[in-house]
């Protein structure tokens, strides 16, 4: 609690010794065109000037690099993600908290658990030395791993929750030894709670309608963890999930005049396309009604730039 760590690139050499607002000065802060290298990791004390901030992390191999320094839920542990671009890769150094904390920025403090940008790795959460990655090595839908730095080789590294045909957007740790998990399977997104230490299905967690789950939040210390729902006729709900209960009870549902989501049902059909892959397509409309070549219907597609279209 006495600070955090941040990453920041060095201050442009051309402002280096600039004043704001002094009339005359060749460069004015927001027009400077340097680029941007040798992004660093940083430790802010609280209190303190930002002149006296510890480095904690810089790129020697690579000035493009871009660290992102992540505390570990327990409090001992910095990981340190790299990337390069917006690729879905990175490496992942670890270090002790204490240890990277006492005389700065020294390279042979930090684990190079994965070394190369052969994959993505999110760092999940830890139990001692065990760490859990939501990962996509071997796994374009990804999948979440546990590795133990004690023996950090690969073919030591355990599936917790295994690579399968629903895409795992998003992970988290909530109650000690739960991951909570939102999968999508043809653009329909689902909620499950897992055991962390097997990866054993505890429950699915229900929702309204077919729709998308979002603002996934909470901390691996609480009994809880929140999340919102919005689907083609639900304009946004959310909600609180109970562990003690095993429960999901409605925080705040946003209503519109006039509109009965149960008066609606949504189905969902596929369109093979022309070189046989079968287009996952939703049908809203009135519970109950007929549909037939000629019922009306507004119809929205989209394609481009690798674009999902999920329901909202």
Not at 164 to 169: D, T
Request: charged share 25%.
């Amino acid at each position: 609690d006495s600070g955090f760590f941040y990453s920041r690139y060095p201050e442009p050499k051309s402002l280096q010794s600039v004043e704001d607002n002094v009339e005359g000065n060749d460069v004015k802060r927001g027009s400077e065109t340097d680029s941007n290298l040798e992004m660093s990791v940083y430790f802010h004390k609280l209190g303190t000037k930002q002149a006296e901030d510890i480095q904690i992390f810089k790129p020697t191999e690579n000035p493009k690099w871009l660290p992102r320094a992540t505390m570990s839920d327990d409090g001992k542990y910095l990981t340190i993600s790299i990337s390069e671009s917006t690729a879905p890769v990175n490496r992942v150094y670890i270090s002790q908290v204490e240890q990277i904390l006492s005389g700065g920025w020294d390279d042979s403090k930090f684990v190079k658990l994965i070394d190369n940008f052969d994959a993505g790795y999110d760092y999940v959460t830890n139990t001692g030395s065990k760490f859990y990655f939501r990962t996509n090595k071997d796994a374009p839908r990804y999948k979440v791993i546990c590795i133990d730095l004690e023996d950090a080789k690969e073919e030591k590294w355990i599936d917790i929750l295994p690579h399968k045909g629903e895409v795992l957007n998003d992970v988290l740790c909530v109650g000690n030894k739960y991951l909570v998990a939102c999968y999508m399977n043809h653009a329909q997104e689902t909620l499950s709670l897992f055991k962390l230490d097997d990866g054993s299905l505890v429950q699915q967690i229900p929702l309204p309608d077919v729709g998308s789950v979002g603002s996934l939040s909470g901390k691996r210390e609480h009994m809880e963890f929140f999340y919102s729902f919005v689907g083609f006729v639900h304009p946004g709900v959310k909600f609180r999930f109970d562990l003690e209960t095993m429960q999901s009870y409605k925080l705040r549902e946003d209503i519109v005049s006039n509109h009965r989501p149960e008066d609606f049902e949504t189905k969902q059909v596929f369109y093979e396309s022309k070189d046989g892959t079968k287009i996952p397509m939703f049908i809203v409309g009135k519970k109950g009604q007929k549909h037939s070549g000629n019922t009306c219907t507004l119809l929205y597609g989209y394609g481009g730039g690798g674009a999902n279209i999920y329901p909202l």
